[in-house]
């Protein structure tokens, strides 16, 4: 299962409908093989308004499933790391629960959206999902929240900051690989090969199951 959500800061996404070829080869690499029972792998994708808390949720408490999130993390004002991931209704904390929002459109394209937030709060999310793997600033500083799977997540390197585009493609790139240290290894190659200069030194690294 992959989730794809992230807004600029207008509110617009960002991510929906965009890298279509390599998603594309990610998803041939996957339903062309089958999994340790012999049963054929499936590809799903939920991008853009779709990729709500709840979506996440219900991925994340699905055993024998993968689930690759891809977008933003989150970092409150003083806080040293990343505490959680951005979806498209609300915040999630793996582990520890999940917020959702209340999200308005602006009265125009170009206006922001409103947020009512919180307008439902649920603790103590689920995490029966195989391997989660999330794709955004930081990520690996969620480790602690999915110590009950396979866990891969992102350094950003000294400056903290890798692009959503890149972060994109090395989300592909592990997809395509089939995870694991393949994964992380094709990962890696994506960001080596990003144009953005801000990206160098940021890494794919996974942690297993404790």
């Known amino acids: 299962m992959v989730i794809r959500t992230a807004t600029d800061n207008l509110g617009r996404e960002v991510l929906a409908g965009t890298h279509t070829k390599e998603w ?18 499936t590809f799903h994708m939920i991008e853009g308004p779709a990729a709500t808390v709840e979506a996440y949720k219900a991925a994340i408490s699905k055993p024998d499933t993968h689930v690759v999130f891809v977008g933003h993390s989150l970092r409150p004002e003083g806080a040293t790391h990343e505490t959680g991931i951005q979806l498209s209704n609300g915040e999630s904390y793996g582990k520890e629960g999940s917020w959702s929002t209340k999200v308005t459109p602006g009265q125009t394209p170009d206006s922001p ?31 602690q929240q999915y110590v009950s799977t396979n866990f891969t997540g992102v350094q ?8 959503t585009d890149t972060l994109d493609l090395m989300a592909a790139s592990w997809v395509s690989a089939g995870g694991g240290q393949p994964g992380n ?8 090969n990003s144009p953005h200069r801000v990206d160098t030194g940021s890494n794919v690294e996974s942690d297993p199951a404790q």
């Open 24 to 41: 594309n080869v990610a998803a041939r690499s996957i339903t062309s093989q089958k999994d340790a029972k012999g049963n054929s792998n």
């Open 113 to 143: 959206p409103s947020v009512t937030f919180p307008s439902t709060v649920g603790m103590g999310d689920t995490v029966s999902a195989s391997s989660v793997a999330l794709f955004g600033c930081n990520t690996y500083d969620l480790t």
């Open 156 to 163: 950003s390197g000294k400056d903290g900051v890798t692009m």
């Open 185 to 192: 290894n094709a990962s890696n190659a994506a960001v080596d």
